[in-house]
């Protein structure tokens, strides 16, 4: 069993930044892929970003790429995501997740999501 709790959102000026973070517990996430997804209200899930728990390839959505950085601390089990030049659009619950599979999808686990708020 793997448990995943987000923090970090809140709300914040359009151009300004926040930072994520995903606590991860329960089992060895050596061959984890651990991703963020976010859901605005009135739009499907989106993916945002992954990394790899192992040797920290990463992958991010296009429409973040460039001002959203993924970013994971192996010893204390924590993700992260840096969010910069935020825009409105960028206004979600975000989720952190974990890939058990070691690929990018599907992903088993999934956190409660946090609220980012985006004003213009």
């Known amino acids: 069993q793997v448990q995943l709790v987000e923090s970090g959102g809140g709300l914040v000026q359009a151009g300004g930044s926040l930072r994520l973070s995903c606590a991860a517990s329960?089992?060895?996430?050596?061959?984890?892929?651990m991703g963020w997804f976010r859901q605005a209200p009135g739009k499907e899930h989106e993916f945002v970003a992954a990394i790899r728990w192992t040797g920290g390839s990463t992958d991010y959505a296009d429409s973040v790429k460039g001002r959203f950085t993924v970013s994971r601390d192996n010893p204390k089990k924590m993700v992260y995501l840096q969010m910069n030049s935020l825009k409105a659009e960028d206004t979600a619950v975000y989720y952190c997740?974990?890939?058990?599979?070691?690929?990018?999808?599907?992903?088993?686990?999934w956190g409660q999501g946090t609220q980012v708020t985006v004003s213009s």
């Open positions: 329960g089992r060895t996430f050596s061959r984890y892929v």
């Open positions: 997740a974990a890939s058990t599979s070691g690929t990018y999808g599907p992903y088993d686990y």
